[in-house]
């Protein structure tokens, strides 16, 4: 028996690092302890293959089953182990390569560089079962725990009802995907642990984007945009509550229009990206709390009528198979939290991708949506408030406007002419809310539209191609969004005893993307006139923040901790509210 | 300021105890402490008005909004209050009524006095909730948690649903029953806090016996007995396996008729007892592993053949509205864990009602059942079998028999004549289980039917009343049912190398009540022929623990800790087992 244990050398030659370890300790843990961010998706148990490194020197232990699978899958060279389940028995020289690292991932891609470590809540894993043996006939379940090395949940007696066909079908190799590292979600026939996808959604009052990522690597696949389906029934939220308030059908019809413009969407781009519906394994909302209780079918009229309340703030996730998305029915679905009756799960999500609630000194938030909801961080304190800004900004409720899909012109500059840009460069099909507010700025600059807002042309009317206009209805709608921006911003600030000068920045959000231009935004006074470089446009924060609670339930927590700290008032309850506002209608510059 | 706290005396003179208590010490933890079994159902939140004391001398506080209700609603003199709210602030005298006393509950009405401390899973609270404020609307659901002092968890979209129109239609009263202290599982207008039931249900492979429990009080409320519907596809666990095996659509029918079985005694067992089906919160199931595989509907072809394995032993809580049953969709279904393939949850139950798995010594458990369950615990071992016994014992199969309900033959004694009782005195029907041991028993006695089994008549019958009779094929039935729980007996000793004489004790559980007379099943060699002392009958385990499972979840983990100590043999496998079975079929006593 030695009374020490024996201490070791490791070189880490593809870090060029040096470490040292006691006889018996794991190579993974040593290699973590070094700050070397090596996959440990199964926890260390040996069941995921992530974290081969190459033995260069020193001890090669037999091949274990699992390893000897592994090897043989990702076509890796004899001196390839598992390093979780390595044990350290003399000097080493080991190699890790660039796939056994954990990929740092940025949430936001504009914006905020905060790293995200992958963390998701649905991991899946490649078992091949013991069989039972007559003398100790085990269940299937307990074979799969046995196999995995801990108890399992099950919910769903769907799964157990397969269960007995598919190990046949197998035999005995399945696959299962688990959620929270405790209950089985999905049991799939052979080796499909390399296949796990989720769905990051934002439910926008107009606009709806999907992301569809693969939540083990972390990788987003790309994203698909349509209207909100519901826009049919009213084109902001108050006229939907309004609708949902006549008859209790109108709350299900709502409930069916977004839910059939999702399915939609989602099936077109799962089929684009070659992903089966039962692949989804998890979701993650982002919307307003109007939009997450209409998606699930929860009455509103409590937010139409003082005191405004709503049913729900925070939820536990979902089922898919209850809530009718067309994705495996198992799949969970995590809702954003709300912070209040009118800032809702959509602004928590933006707030914790953009790194908004760490941030030091005065900031606001600003997301230019249907609703345009504003945040402001003085110090450690948060107030929120919520305006009506109306459809403008996405493109609708504008004669030729549209969302910023194919065709739309969303950038428009005057050198010697009007140049205009489309997406995708494609023929003209009509504005989006960016290329709106780049013409508006454009045409009072030549004096073709007044700071009032009235067109001079007496056709009342501004063509910019063929079947393509603007007419005087189309300023009033931009007029009355750009009101209720600035009007909000300014309550906020007095509220809160704040100059704009002493903010210290704003960002930016808005399903519109980033094509915003903030010279044309602050002079028809949609943002204030600061100084360039404290505003920052991060595009679709909400989305961002949806793709992170789909890859880091780290992050879910973070954000269910915000939306207590937030206080809200409601700017219709301001007594400078009128003065403010009618004060705001002018398109012009402002600086305090 | 004091440095040390002041110290108090309390009188409890309903108890004559005298105790003492610091400054500020809450009077219910102090109740407690001195051993006293003060009920706090609500974990001392003040939320269920349980622990009502009379404060007969010393500080009376103001009563609080809560105790003003409670007080008036169980009609209690001014100077009661809740020992869970009263902060100690002087010398004391008090007095604890009855009903603020946890009554102890034995686990099984006859054999071994343990007792149960009652803490159901589901409970009920009522709630006045804090109507919401304009100037910080809070969600409904943060409403109720404010009122609970904790977070609660929602899964069933549907209770959200009907949220808001219950908060109106109950101006913010509302009861709701809370499984685990954490998930809300029914919401309800006004306070229904009282009322609260459970079933524990034992699906036998014969007979399905249902008890109705208040899980407030732990009272037993009545129990109802019916026909397994699947009697229909086959008379035992074989016949049914193999039938489910032919077809898929077999095991949909096998489970349907359980199912409807079950719904049908439930709802006659309801309705007699006036409570509604959605007030069952809570059920506990215990049947053997086939039944309960039937039961949720889980393909049980493994079970028919070689290596013999299941598809679980043990599940979570599954919701009753995806189960079929028709009580609350949101009641959780507990089901018993099981042991092995053909040992199941019944059994378990049994064996931790009865207290089986804490005994010193060498014992016997029997259960005789369609199955004829046998475990042996030898010290700290358990071993266990499982033989075919067939439904005799339950009165099936045989020309005459019947269930131990009304009309049944369930005891005969020869005193000079025949004399036969029938439960319920009332007019015969037929011949349950214990009845036709008692016959068989007496026939042999008299010389009119052989220790072989041959009845001498040669009508090869016995008349016993009008349309009453027992014939040759009766015999057999039982002299079957005997020899396969006499052999299964002989096998497991002889597999522990214990002599019959080595037992302590023997339990003998089963669904025929405890009509079974011990000389008689001795005289046909059911059971051996042991001192009588020795040998108790301990009724309808299976349901006991069903009961038991239901009220306590302490005892639901000891039963999952216990499935996993026991091993298994099949008596089929043994070289004995041919020879042992052939020696058992003769109908006379044993006593080695």
Chains 1, 2 share one sequence.
């Not at 508006?440 to 700071?451: D, F, H, M, R, T």
């Not at 009317?461 to 206009?469: D, E, P």
């Not at 903010?503 to 915003?516: E, M, P, R, S």
Request: charged fraction near 25%; aromatic fraction near 8%; charge should be positive.
């Amino acid at each position: 028996m030695k009374l020490f244990p024996q201490i070791y050398k490791i070189e880490i030659t593809s870090h060029h690092k040096s470490i040292i370890a006691r006889e018996k300790e794991i190579l993974a843990d040593k290699i973590q302890e070094a700050g070397i961010p090596l996959n440990s998706y199964c926890n260390k148990k040996g069941l995921c293959g992530k974290c081969m490194v190459e033995i260069v020197k020193g001890e090669l232990p037999p091949l274990s089953e699992k390893e000897a699978y592994f090897l043989k899958k990702k076509k890796l060279g004899p001196r390839y182990r598992l390093a979780c389940l390595y044990g350290i028995k003399g000097n080493l020289e080991i190699r890790i390569p660039e796939e056994s690292l954990i990929q740092e991932m940025l949430i936001l891609t504009t914006g905020i560089r905060e790293t995200l470590s992958l963390n998701p809540a649905v991991k899946k894993y490649f078992l091949k079962l013991k069989k039972p043996e007559i003398k100790l006939p085990l269940s299937l379940i307990e074979l799969v725990e046995k196999e995995l090395g801990k108890k399992v949940l099950i919910t769903d007696l769907g799964l157990l009802k397969d269960l007995p066909r598919l190990v046949e079908k197998s035999n005995f190799q399945l696959t299962i995907a688990l959620k929270d590292g405790r209950e089985i979600i999905a049991i799939e026939e052979g080796d499909t642990a390399q296949r796990a996808f989720g769905l990051a959604i934002d439910i926008g009052t107009t606009t709806l984007v999907t992301e569809v990522v693969d939540i083990i690597s972390g990788e987003s696949l790309g994203t698909a945009t349509s209207k909100n389906g519901q826009a049919k029934y009213g084109a902001d939220v108050v006229s939907r509550i309004s609708f949902a308030y006549l008859k209790p059908e109108n709350l299900e019809r709502l409930n069916e229009a977004v839910l059939q413009s999702l399915n939609e969407m989602i099936a077109n781009l799962l089929w684009k990206k070659g992903i089966k519906e039962s692949e989804i394994y998890e979701v993650a909302i982002a919307g307003n709390t109007s939009m997450n209780h209409f998606f699930l079918g929860i009455p509103v009229e409590s937010l139409a009528v003082a005191p405004f309340y709503s049913v729900f703030t925070h939820l536990p996730q979902l089922r898919a198979g209850s809530l009718g998305l067309k994705i495996n029915q198992n799949a969970r679905v995590y809702i954003s939290p709300n912070i209040q009756s009118f800032v809702g799960g959509d602004i928590s999500a933006g707030l914790v991708a953009s790194g908004f609630e760490a941030k030091e000194g005065n900031f606001l938030y600003i997301d230019l949506g249907t609703n345009g909801e504003i945040v402001l961080k003085k110090k450690h304190k948060f107030l929120a408030t919520s305006t009506a800004a109306g459809p403008a900004f996405e493109g609708m409720n504008i004669s030729c406007g549209m969302l910023a899909l194919s065709g739309a012109i969303y950038k428009a500059e005057f050198k010697k002419r009007l140049v205009l840009k489309t997406i995708n460069e494609a023929p003209p099909l009509g504005i989006c809310g960016t290329g709106l507010i780049d013409l508006i700025a454009i045409l009072i600059e030549q004096g073709k539209i007044s700071p009032k807002g009235n067109i001079s042309h007496k056709e009342k009317k501004v063509w910019l191609a063929k079947n393509i206009f603007i007419d005087q209805k189309d300023v009033r709608e931009l007029q009355l969004a750009v009101a209720a921006i600035r009007c909000g911003i300014r309550l906020i600030l007095k509220r809160s005893k704040l100059r704009l000068k002493d903010l210290d920045g704003i960002l930016i959000a808005g399903a519109f993307g980033n094509y915003l231009n903030i010279e044309n935004s602050m002079k028809i006074g949609l943002l204030p006139s600061l100084d360039a470089n404290k505003i920052t446009f991060i595009g679709n924060a909400s989305l961002a923040g949806a793709r992170a609670f789909l890859l880091s339930p780290e992050i879910r927590k973070r954000a269910e901790n915000l939306v207590r700290k937030i206080e809200f008032f409601s700017p219709a309850a301001d007594p400078l509210f009128q003065e403010y506002f009618i004060d705001s209608l002018e398109l012009k510059p402002y600086d305090s």
